[in-house]
């Protein structure tokens, strides 16, 4: 993988093409400025971008396609318009299919992989909530920009599950350890207002747009830093996390498989799932 992404460190062309617009796969779309290079990544998945294997594989094929382009940047966003991500589909582990949840979170090590690895410089315009898995997404870039009176956090704990630990490594890559372990075990999520006094967001945005215009700012920042150098820096800071997981690929799946399927598990997931749709009834 390494050697594949150091293949795109060479400098990058910026897109001739007039706003190529390319619908890479049915969950995700991936548009290229042709003025800045930078390309957007928009899920797609209605009502809430629930992290499904699908949904995993599209953004995994996106984020590959804009290294692979030549982009000069990569913003994630969605296309719905209070959701950026409701985090992991809980119809996935929930009574799963026993081949379906191993390719399930194999493909969720894909996507952190890809992104938390990437060699060009992400940004996520968080216009929506982020819950746990849109959390580790967002928290996954280099920068956050996000729309007010929404939330975000790593919720985990508070649906009696456990953030493995390239989420909370994720997490304490971008807040102050401390913070990262009480919000952690609080379970708690933070309004745009809270993540911005804490650094879990770096910006807020009046609206979708101007989120994804600030995106391209921070992005713009790089453009007179040698690409192959800024990379490569970016994958030395990061190359301990990425490496503990490539690593230990296989028994972080067992450990998941195993921990989903404990009973205890199972039913505190059933309940969540039916406050989650109480909450739609009421
Ligand atoms: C040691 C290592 C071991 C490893 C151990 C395992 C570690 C796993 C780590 C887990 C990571 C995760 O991401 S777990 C996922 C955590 N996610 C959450 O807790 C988010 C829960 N959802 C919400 O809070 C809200 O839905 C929110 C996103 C804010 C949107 O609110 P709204 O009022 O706009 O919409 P709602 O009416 O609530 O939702 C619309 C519909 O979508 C459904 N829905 C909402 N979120 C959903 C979700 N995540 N999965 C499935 N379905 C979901 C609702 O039930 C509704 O269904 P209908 O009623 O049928 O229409």
């Given at each position: 993988?390494?050697?594949?992404?150091?293949?795109?460190?060479?400098?990058?062309?910026?897109?001739?093409?007039?706003?190529?617009?390319s619908?890479?796969?049915k969950?995700?779309t991936?548009?290229?400025?042709d003025?800045?290079?930078?390309?957007?990544?928009?899920?797609?998945?209605p009502?809430?971008?629930?992290?499904?294997?699908?949904?995993?594989r599209?953004?995994?094929?996106s984020?590959e396609?804009?290294?692979?382009n030549?982009?000069?940047?990569l913003?994630l966003?969605?296309?719905?318009?209070?959701?950026f991500?409701?985090?992991?589909?809980?119809?996935e582990?929930y009574k799963?299919?026993?081949?379906?949840?191993?390719a399930?979170?194999t493909?969720?090590?894909?996507?952190?992989?890809a992104?938390?690895?990437?060699?060009?410089?992400?940004a996520?315009?968080?216009?929506g909530?982020?819950?746990a898995?849109?959390?580790?997404l967002?928290?996954?870039?280099e920068?956050?920009?996000m729309?007010?009176?929404?939330?975000?956090?790593?919720?985990?704990?508070?649906?009696?599950?456990?953030?493995?630990?390239?989420f909370?490594?994720?997490?304490?890559?971008?807040?102050?350890?401390?913070?990262?372990?009480?919000?952690l075990?609080?379970?708690?999520?933070?309004t745009t207002?809270e993540?911005?006094?804490?650094?879990?967001?770096?910006?807020?945005?009046?609206?979708?747009e101007?989120?994804?215009?600030?995106?391209a700012q921070?992005?713009?920042?790089?453009?007179?830093?040698?690409?192959l150098?800024?990379?490569?820096?970016?994958?030395q800071?990061r190359?301990?996390?990425?490496?503990?997981?490539?690593?230990?690929?296989?028994?972080?799946?067992?450990?998941?498989?195993?921990?989903v399927?404990q009973?205890?598990v199972?039913?505190g997931?059933?309940i969540y799932?039916?406050?989650?749709?109480?909450?739609?009834?009421?």
């Open positions: 993988m390494m050697r594949s992404k150091l293949m795109n460190l060479v400098p990058r062309a910026v897109a001739t093409t007039s706003r190529q617009m619908t890479a796969t969950l995700t991936v548009q290229v400025d003025k800045t290079g930078i390309a957007t990544l928009t899920m797609n998945r009502p809430v971008n629930g992290l499904n294997l699908e949904l995993l599209d953004i995994h094929q984020i396609e804009i290294e692979g030549k982009s000069r940047g913003i966003t969605s296309s719905n318009p209070t959701i991500s409701a985090g992991l589909d809980i119809f582990m799963p299919d026993k081949e379906r949840i191993r399930f979170w493909a969720l090590q894909d996507v952190w992989l992104l938390y690895g990437s060699s060009v410089p992400t996520a315009a968080i216009n909530h982020s819950p898995g849109g959390c580790l967002a928290t996954s870039c920068y956050r920009v729309l007010p009176k929404y939330t975000i956090g790593l919720n985990e704990t508070k649906l009696g599950i456990v953030a493995p630990k390239w909370m490594s994720t997490f304490e890559s971008v807040l102050p350890r401390r913070l990262a372990e009480r919000a075990n609080q379970g708690r999520m933070f207002e993540a911005l006094a804490v650094g879990l967001v770096d910006e807020v945005a009046n609206s979708k101007e989120a994804i215009a600030k995106c921070f992005i713009g920042t790089f453009a007179k830093v040698n690409p150098a800024r990379a490569l820096t970016k994958q800071l190359a301990e996390e990425l490496k503990q997981l490539e690593d230990e690929r296989v028994q972080d799946l067992e450990k998941f498989i195993f921990f399927n009973p205890a199972q039913k997931l059933g799932l039916e406050s989650l749709k109480k909450k739609a009834t009421k």
